[in-house]
């Protein structure tokens, strides 16, 4: 079992940033893939990116390039760097835990981003 919190979330204007961290209630050092995804009204929920237990990143094409992911398996923590933001990532994101492979296994309650035009 592991419990995860977002925080970070906010309003920000379209070209600025915005940094989110996700905590985990337990190490994190053998967890296969932590991510984070994201919901916007109305939509399915999308991956927005991924880093493995040996740091392989993967992200979804509509932020690669603005958007980087990252852990530390000492504060059990990730993090996600979101640059020129855009309208369209407006959505509530969540951190996700994937212990082995597939579908993630755990998942933190969301933290809301919204970006003004």
């Known amino acids: 079992q592991v419990q995860l919190v977002e925080s970070g979330g906010g309003l920000v204007q379209a070209g600025g940033f915005l940094r989110l961290s996700c905590a985990a209630s337990?190490?994190?050092?053998?967890?296969?893939?932590m991510g984070w995804y994201r919901q916007a009204p109305g939509k399915q929920r999308e991956l927005v990116a991924t880093?493995?237990?040996?740091?392989?990143?993967n992200y979804a094409n509509s932020v690669k390039g603005r958007f980087a992911i990252s852990r530390d398996n000492t504060k059990n923590t990730v993090d996600l760097q979101m640059n020129s933001l855009k309208p369209e990532d407006t959505a509530l994101y969540y951190c996700?835990?994937?212990?082995?492979?597939?579908?993630?296994?755990?998942w933190g309650q969301g933290t809301q981003v919204t970006v003004s035009s």
């Open positions: 337990r190490s994190i050092s053998n967890i296969n893939n």
């Open positions: 996700a835990a994937t212990l082995l492979l597939g579908a993630p296994n755990y």
């Open positions: 880093i493995a237990r040996g740091g392989t990143t």
